[in-house]
Each structure stands twice: as C-alpha cells, then as structure tokens.
C-alpha cells in the first residue's frame, strides 16, 4: 500500500486482519511506524517496499489524483513483467486509459479501482468498482473480497437474484477495461452530491419553518411574507432525521451521517458550509454533456 493516510491506513489494516501480508509505505515517517505498530511491515522507501514484495508484485496506490503520475513514474521502473500497478483513489477516469497503454507495452497490469466507504470502511468495508484486464482482476479476487463489505452488508437480497452471490452483491465489481471503473465511480460521486444537495435543501426549509413567528424585515429589498400563520413550527431536526432512518423511502448511509451530525450539532455551527472540489462532480457533468445526457441535478 502506497499512501498511508485516512483511507490507505485503513485499507492495509482491513487486509492484514484477514490474514493477507501487506507492507506499507508512505513518504511520512509517522504513518509507516503507526502500521508498524500494528503488526503490518513498513517500507522507508520505494525500493525497500519492492524488495518485501514476492513476484508478481501487487502495488497499490492511494495518493491524491494530482500525485498519481508522480508515483507511478516512480514506481514503474521498478517492477517486472507480470507485476500489477492499482490506483485507488478519485483519479479522472482518461488517465487511466492514458496510463494503461504504456504499463502494458512494458508487461505491467494496471487496474483503476473507484473505493468508497471512506474512513469508515475499516469496519464497513469498501465498495470497489473497477476497471483494467481480466486477468489481474481476477488473480486479485481474494484481495477485493477482503476488502468488500461482503453479501450481508445489504439487509435484503435483490429479487430476482438467486444461487450464488456474484462479486456484486460480495461489494466490488470488474466494471470493464481500463478507465471503467473510475468513470462508475465518478458517476457514484456525482449523484452523491445530489444526495447531499437534496438532504441540504430539504432541512434548510425544514430549519426556517417558524419564519412567521420572527420579525422580518420591511423594507423594498425584502418579500412580505403573506400568510405567517402557516409558518410557525418549531421543527426538531436531530429527531426528524432519526425518524427518516427508520422506514422512510430516504434512508440511507449519508442520512445516517446527517443525523450523527445534527444529534452533536443541531445548527451544524461546526462546519464551514464549504466543500472542496475534487473533481468528479465537474467530470461527471462533463460526461453528460459529452454524451448528450441531461443531468440538471
């Protein structure tokens, strides 16, 4: 593992605990001796993690997008035919086809693998979508299955699917050639901050409920509210996302995250209200377009 940080960290400890022998590496002292700590073998430098590792070596990365051209020029060089090169994190999905031409002229597999679950997955799990060739997918199997939520992560099989579980009910995918899976996993990401969005908006209007009962402003720049008597609620809104948790046709992970969040802070007076913008939404918007697909959300 390349990239000890919140999600890499992680990563490795879910795979050592099921009994996979994983080294760690990451340009921060401080990261490796935490792994190291655990158990899990620490690398100080590219060469030294290569050398820990028995042919074919599999390398994955988990850096910023912006890191990973840098690491695989570092790392390519050293590797052999038959070695697999994998990108974990929010790459744009037309590098990894970029990227993917020349490893595989030098004989290395490269696999994109869009991974979510965030700093949770350690006990939940990672969904993994993935693109790249058959083969390094499949000698990696045991690899995603240990990572995966597994079957049960989902309360209730689909209907309709029967026998045994595919990989997509075990939590991971081969989505197609090299770019698939980071192009599903940009599309994940986009509708994932509609979600939010629409969580957002709703509570918003929920949190401005008692507007009738407040002075308002009177002047040319402001609206009069003209029946105030239909707007005198003092809504709970810690409670009315604990209720939507339970039988509502929007529950979900992130309204389960929003309630932890308003049950600790009920005005959200601890976050910024900023985001930072790292990429997928834009890409997937542009994908859209690209293809002739409305997308207004």
Same mark, same amino acid.
């Given at each position: ?19 996979? =022998? ?8 401080? *990261? ?6 655990? $158990?899990? !073998? %620490? /690398? ?113 099989? =689909? ?8 990989? *997509? ?6 989505? $197609?050639? !090299? %770019? /698939? ?117």
């Amino acid at each position: 593992m390349v990239g000890l940080g919140r999600m890499g960290s992680n990563m490795v400890r879910r795979l050592h605990r099921d009994g996979h =022998t994983c080294v760690g590496y990451d340009v921060t002292e401080a *990261a490796v001796a935490a792994i190291e700590a655990e $158990g899990i !073998s %620490g /690398a100080r430098t590219p060469q030294q993690l290569i050398d820990a590792l028995a042919a074919p070596r599999n390398i994955w990365l988990m850096v910023p997008a912006a890191l990973v051209d840098q690491t695989i020029a570092t790392f390519a060089p050293l590797l052999d035919v038959g070695d697999t090169l994998i990108d974990g994190g929010n790459s744009w999905y037309r590098d990894d086809v970029d990227r993917s031409g020349p490893l595989k002229q030098r004989g290395i597999h490269f696999l994109d693998v869009g991974t979510s679950g965030g700093v949770f997955g350690l006990e939940r799990g990672y969904c993994l979508m993935i693109g790249g060739d058959t083969a390094a997918v499949q000698r990696l199997a045991p690899i995603f299955d240990s990572l995966a939520p597994g079957f049960d992560a989902a309360p209730t099989r =689909t209907l309709g699917r029967e026998g045994e579980p595919d990989t *997509a009910e075990r939590g991971w995918l081969h989505c $197609g050639e !090299s %770019g /698939a899976g980071h192009f599903v996993k940009m599309v994940h990401n986009g509708i994932e901050y509609g979600l939010m969005a629409a969580y957002a908006e709703g509570l918003n209007v929920l949190a401005n409920a008692n507007i009738g009962a407040t002075d308002r402003l009177k002047d040319a720049e402001t609206a009069p509210l003209t029946h105030p008597q239909y707007y005198q609620y003092e809504l709970d809104l810690p409670a009315i996302a604990e209720v939507w948790r339970r039988g509502s046709v929007v529950a979900s992970w992130l309204l389960d995250l929003t309630a932890n969040a308003l049950l600790a802070d009920p005005k959200l007076e601890g976050f910024s209200g900023n985001v930072s913008d790292s990429g997928e939404g834009r890409w997937t918007v542009a994908a859209a377009i690209d293809e002739g697909v409305p997308m207004p959300v």
